[in-house]
């Protein structure tokens, strides 16, 4: 069964750290793209970051540009999002999902999701 699972999440104080896992079973990563999105109560799911499925190329949304990094690690099967600075509006539930080779602004391009971590920035 093909699955990814997102790993990772939790409480941190606002200036503090995460690190994201999304891993992959079922299937290998190599010619997927992976997105992360986020929902927050009461708000429309977004895109937050992804990268294509050569890792040259990442994209970000503009709120947590210079605070997050993704990357990939297609050894591990695996794709990460580096959360630093982290800041009570990136409060929400986080996904990751595969849309095939390149990154897409429609998620409709992205046919497999995770199940979502939910990262809480509160002190």
């Known amino acids: 069964q093909w699955q990814l699972v997102e790993s990772g999440g939790g409480l941190v104080q606002p200036g503090g750290s995460l690190r994201l896992s999304c891993a992959a079973s079922?299937?290998?990563?190599?010619?997927?793209?992976i997105g992360w999105f986020r929902q927050a109560p009461g708000k429309e799911r977004e895109g937050v970051s992804c990268?294509?499925?050569?890792?040259?190329?990442?994209t970000y949304v503009d709120s947590v540009k210079g605070r997050f990094t993704i990357s990939r690690d297609d050894a591990k099967n695996t794709v990460f999002l580096q959360m630093n600075n982290l800041r009570p509006d990136d409060t929400a539930v986080y996904y990751c999902a595969a849309a095939q080779r390149y990154c897409s602004d429609y998620e409709t391009r992205y046919y497999y999701w995770g199940q979502g971590t939910q990262v809480t920035v509160s002190s």
């Open positions: 990268v294509d499925s050569s890792g040259s190329r990442a």
């Open positions: 079922g299937f290998t990563l190599d010619y997927y793209a």
